[in-house]
T-cell receptor, first 115, second 113 residues
């Protein structure tokens, strides 16, 4: 069965600090997909990134970067020079190669960026 | 540019009452999902549908029923609401291929007294 673990329940940083959110996953599939979603205080879920299991290339998008390592089953998310607007709950999710691509979510990390 | 729309946004029920949550998407997506979000537990899949007229159980289906009579709509029903069903409910939709992200509605906050 698939499982996603986000061990960091809450993180607080001061604005402009870098912060890394950890995500560890378990799956028996060789083909799977990993996602990060952001849930700001307003409550909606915002898609940030997806990664295929056969593509270990790291990705950078502005202040966001993602480090995917199959060897350690991790898909970590780093925010560089954090801003107050980054305050949100961040979810890591996994989808196996089943017929409906159901997402299994981690329990989320509450990030608070202090001014 | 509606995307996924959930109705209602808030609802308070008494134990034993029934209600239906409506999810509508205008992206012509094949797949639709219902999740519930509880504190400290992330989102858990209740039911899903891979196409019009089809539904399947997810991780936590007990106490819920669903229907997908039209491609754009996915209904979640509570036949006899229980306090344990107090939660925030999210609907999502997606489209093949398999690596496409799910698009979520804004959620429905449901309280069962």
């Amino acid at each position: 069965a698939q499982k996603v673990t986000q061990a960091q329940t809450e993180i607080s940083v001061v604005e402009k600090e870098d912060v890394t959110l950890d995500c560890v996953y378990e799956t028996r599939d060789t083909t799977y997909y990993l996602f990060w979603y952001k849930q700001p205080p307003s409550g909606e879920l915002v898609f940030l990134i997806r990664r295929n299991s056969f593509d270990e290339q790291n990705e950078i998008s502005g202040r966001y970067s993602w480090n995917f390592q199959k060897s350690t089953s991790s898909f970590n998310f780093t925010i560089t020079a954090s801003q107050v607007v980054d305050s949100a709950v961040y979810f890591c999710a996994l989808s196996e190669s089943g017929s409906a691509r159901q997402l299994t979510f981690g329990s989320g990390t509450q990030l608070t960026v202090l001014p | 540019n509606a995307g996924v729309t959930q109705t209602p946004k808030f609802r308070v029920l008494k134990t034993g009452q029934s209600m239906t949550l409506l999810c509508a998407q205008d992206m012509n997506h094949e797949y639709m999902y219902w999740y519930r979000q509880d504190p400290g537990m992330g989102l858990r899949l209740i039911h899903y549908s891979v196409g019009e007229g089809t539904t399947a159980k997810g991780e936590v289906p007990d106490g819920y029923n669903v229907s997908r009579l039209k491609k754009q709509n996915f209904l979640l029903g509570l036949e006899s609401a229980a306090p344990s069903q107090t939660s925030v409910y999210f609907c999502a939709s997606s489209q093949p291929p398999r690596n496409q992200p799910q698009h979520f509605g804004d959620g429905t906050r449901l309280s069962i007294l």
